[in-house]
């Protein structure tokens, strides 16, 4: 009798199976009856029972079979609401990270599909919505609702590298777990494309990395440092190498070391200087970008400039006062003039030459 059922049962799924242009989803027959002998009641019931219009179905239907989706008493009603989603052209492969077993039991599970269906395009949202960092995260709703309400506001017209920072911070444990996070996500928006660079991109230089840095996010100037370096961006890799580096952080001169940055940006070799006068030799190195060959053309006469750069620091950095936690930088003391400092300057610039 038991046999009988099953094999009833067999053909039904099969059918089921053969309509939704499941077969090839195993590699025979065996393989397939199988599968099915090793089905739950709430997994056949599910298959048995599914009625969705096949042509609607835009993403891998394999995904019908996944075993956690299967597994749910709404089953149907979760299948509708995948195939709702329009916004997906091209992203549809991605449709995998809403079939996770964190997000399917995730109380925002619809919230969170109607959310993404609003986007421009579902691509960024498909990327985080089922990572557990960003489901848990008690920023959830409003960097998702960020997400996908935000444009790029510079005259580059790049959304993409927007949503890119939004969806990276809002999943990354150590900005949610910070005091920056939100202010972050701000800065963010408020700089927009002009002052960011695509996942995956060297050398990192821009406030989107700056705003994930576990060494930044633990300096007190770090919100100071993702201003700088959103106005700062020709020398952006230069300034976050120093920024994200504990020993500069730690340095008595690292705020003089980044003004000296800024205000001789133009110079591009000097600043290269100061970088390696903070960081080191190979972190500065890897901090150069493909069309800056200033390491080749100086090495010969680094330890020289390395003194000077040295000097001229600390005669600018002779006096530093702690004061409600800022570090201000005190005019030089009347033994080194301004005109000294210069002289020091002019030195390392003959040498260091724009």
Known sequence: MKEDILISRIKVIKKQLEKYELLNSFSSTEEMEEW??????????????????????????KLLLNKDLLNTKDYNK???ALISIKNAEGWYHLFDKMLNSEFLHSPKFYQDIETLKRAK????????????????????????????????TSNRDCDFLVWDAIATISKNVDSIKSEY????????????SEALQSSYSYPEG??????????????????????ILAKNREIGNFLYAVMTNQEAINRRDYRTIIREMIEYKDYKKYVFLLCVYAVGEEDAKNALRLNEFYYNEIKKQLPELLEKVNEKI???????????????????????????????LRKILKKVSK
């Open 36 to 61: 099915i002998r090793e089905l739950n009641d709430i997994e056949i019931n599910n298959i048995i029972n599914l009625e969705i219009d096949q042509e609607e179905i835009k993403f891998d239907k």
């Open 78 to 80: 979760r299948v509708q």
């Open 121 to 152: 395009s579902a691509q960024m949202p498909l990327w985080i919505i089922g990572e557990p960092e960003f489901i848990n995260s008690p920023y959830h709703d409003e960097d998702f609702e960020l997400l996908v309400t935000s444009k790029d």
């Open 181 to 192: 996070h939100r202010k972050d996500l701000q800065t963010i928006i408020k700089y927009s």
């Open 206 to 227: 821009s406030i989107n990395y700056l705003a994930v840095n576990p060494v930044s996010l633990n300096d007190h100037y770090h919100l100071e440092n993702m201003e």
């Open 314 to 344: 600390n005669i600018v950095d002779s006096t530093i006062v702690k004061e409600e936690q800022i570090y201000q930088i005190e005019s030089c003391e009347i033994e080194y003039s301004q005109k000294k400092v210069k002289k020091y």
